[in-house]
């Protein structure tokens, strides 16, 4: 019997969506990791590659700091080690500006796959179809992510509060410009109007995911690039250039993982537009009697 494919327009609690999340992911697992590497890839390599060697070139003059001070120390010289802001240099700033480019990009293309998924009524969409969704979409989101950034780095500078509020308001943002078609305006009201009555159920969700994430991006990623960076220092015998390496080799499978929080993202968007506007219920039955829909295994919702 074939498993049943996950409807996403539905009422789900958080143990409901950790498990449609990682039944999405499997059923999803070739055509949704295609499309991201394909179509991100491009953001998530470039982002891995500047990073690494941003991060070898800070950790390797870091080391030489430590190492000249030490001698200088023993000689009884002068202290001669660089001040600590010499790494907020021009690389710094474009490594933060192509991180956050990516961070777009990665969750442009997992809600544009979730999009057309439930436009094909539980179908995978093409690479191709994912493209011109993305392209349609990727410099709008990226344009409007900006006041609202701003906006939550206020909350957080002000006031920590306000920040973790705004945060949590804002996770949908760009959900709502992509699969509903929202404009700036649009967008902003319906993630007020989602929070309201939900704000610690998300914040929880979120949460949660978050923390499972992390935790199993630091453990898989932390092997592999240990594993990457001691091949690395017996090869190169340069402290640099390995950590550039492990570095770059631990972003490029953190990305990857970032797949299951953010689908779990998407999903918890669809449960509270489904508690808001009831969409999902409409949309069956609009199609109620078309052949090939069958809703005998979808839950009742009140």
Known sequence: MAEQKIELRKIRDLSENLNDTFGFIRQNFKPLVTSFLIIA??????NSILNGIYQGGVMGGAFKDFMRGYEDGVRGNRNTTRSPFWMFNGTYFVVVALAWINFIAMSAVITCYMKLYDR??????????????????????????????????AGFAFCLIPGIYLAVVFVPFSIAVIVEDETFGGAWNR??????????????????????????????????????GLASYFTTKDISTTIGIATSVLNIFSF???????????????????????????????????KGNDFNNVQEQY
């Open 41 to 46: 890839g491009i953001f998530m390599l470039a």
């Open 120 to 153: 094909l009524q539980k179908q995978a969409p093409t690479i191709q179809e994912v493209w011109d969704e993305f392209k349609k979409y990727f410099l709008k989101v990226l344009l409007y992510s900006v006041p609202i950034a701003l906006l939550t780095a």
């Open 256 to 290: 990857v993982i970032y797949i299951v929080f953010y689908v779990s993202v998407v999903l918890h968007y669809f449960n509270l537009a489904e508690r808001q506007y009831g969409t999902g219920v409409l949309q069956r039955l609009n199609t109620l009697g078309e």
């Open 191 to 228: 993630c007020f109007a989602l929070i309201k009555d939900n704000f610690w159920n998300s914040f929880g969700t979120y949460l949660l995911v978050y923390i499972i994430y992390s935790f199993s991006a630091g453990i898989i990623s932390g092997v592999f690039a240990l594993l990457t």
